[in-house]
Nanobody, 114 residues
Framework: VQLQASGGGLVQAGGSLRLSCAASGYIFSAYGMGWYRQAPGKQRELVATIGRGGTRYYADSVKGRFTISRDNAESMMFLEMNSLNPGGTAVYYC?????????WGKGTLVTVSS
């Protein structure tokens, strides 16, 4: 299983970014996926998840601003982030659990300037 997140960068508060996660090495459509983030000096936290059937969950802090989606044909997951604020500054990771094992991709850094 390999996961690779991309799309991070520097954005001003109020701006938008779209993160992508490319997955390989397993049957992508059969498993749920998630986005997590880790801000400097803080623990990693769940941002959003999407089930294999498309059921979505969002952390309260991002509800209404972020949208998680997936493209099973391309083995890709996305996170559309709108109305970003400095609290969104973090390294964002994509995640899946296959066979009871947690897999993490290398993160992508999002920096939101005020």
């Amino acid at each position: 299983v390999q996961l690779q997140a991309s799309g991070g960068g520097l954005v001003q508060a109020g701006g938008s970014l779209r993160l992508s996660c490319a997955a390989s090495g397993y049957i992508f459509s059969a498993y749920g996926m998630g986005w997590y983030r880790q801000a400097p000096g803080k623990q990693r936290e769940l941002v959003a998840t999407i089930g294999r059937g498309g059921t979505r969950y969002y952390a309260d802090s991002v509800k209404g601003r972020f949208t998680i989606s997936r493209d099973n044909a391309e083995s890709m997951m996305f996170l559309e982030m709108n109305s970003l604020n400095p609290g969104g500054t973090a390294v964002y990771y994509c995640n899946t659990v296959v066979g009871g094992v947690n897999y993490w991709g290398k993160g992508t850094l999002v920096t939101v300037s005020s």
